[in-house]
């Protein structure tokens, strides 16, 4: 089964900066869209960023484009999320998700319900 580990969060002060890594293990990545999600307490979770296999297409939420970068590297399995210019409004739980129904390589949505495997995420708060 594919698992997923997300690494990278912690405590940053507003206007900083973080990456978020998500890794496969036993599994390869390389044929999923990857997607980042976020849920701060007491709020559903939201689609933050997502990309397609192979880097064709990306999608960001509204409320991070210009800010957030998603990228992979399928040489070491993992896709990243550079967070810059971070806003207390960021602070969230981060989970990294795979979409993996078939022939969905190009797939970029933010819906967290159409993705099928999901890490246990990692915190993320911006305070100062």
């Known amino acids: 089964q594919l698992q997923l580990v997300e690494s990278g969060g912690g405590l940053v002060q507003p206007g900083g900066s973080l990456r978020l890594s998500c890794a496969a293990s036993?599994?390869?990545?390389?044929?999923?869209?990857i997607g980042w999600f976020r849920q701060a307490p007491g709020k559903e979770r939201e689609g933050v960023s997502c990309?397609?296999?192979?880097?064709?297409?990306?999608n960001y939420a509204d409320s991070v484009k210009g800010r957030f970068t998603i990228s992979r590297d399928d040489a070491k399995n993992t896709v990243y999320l550079q967070m810059n210019s971070l806003k207390p409004e960021d602070t969230a739980v981060y989970y990294c998700?795979?979409?993996?129904?078939?022939?969905?390589?190009?797939?970029?949505?933010?819906?967290?319900?159409?993705?099928?495997?999901w890490g246990q995420g990692t915190q993320v708060t911006v305070s100062s």
């Open positions: 990309i397609s296999s192979g880097s064709r297409s990306t």
């Open positions: 036993k599994f390869s990545l390389d044929y999923y869209p």
């Open positions: 998700a795979a979409y993996t129904r078939p022939a969905g390589w190009d797939y970029v949505g933010l819906r967290p319900d159409e993705y099928e495997y």
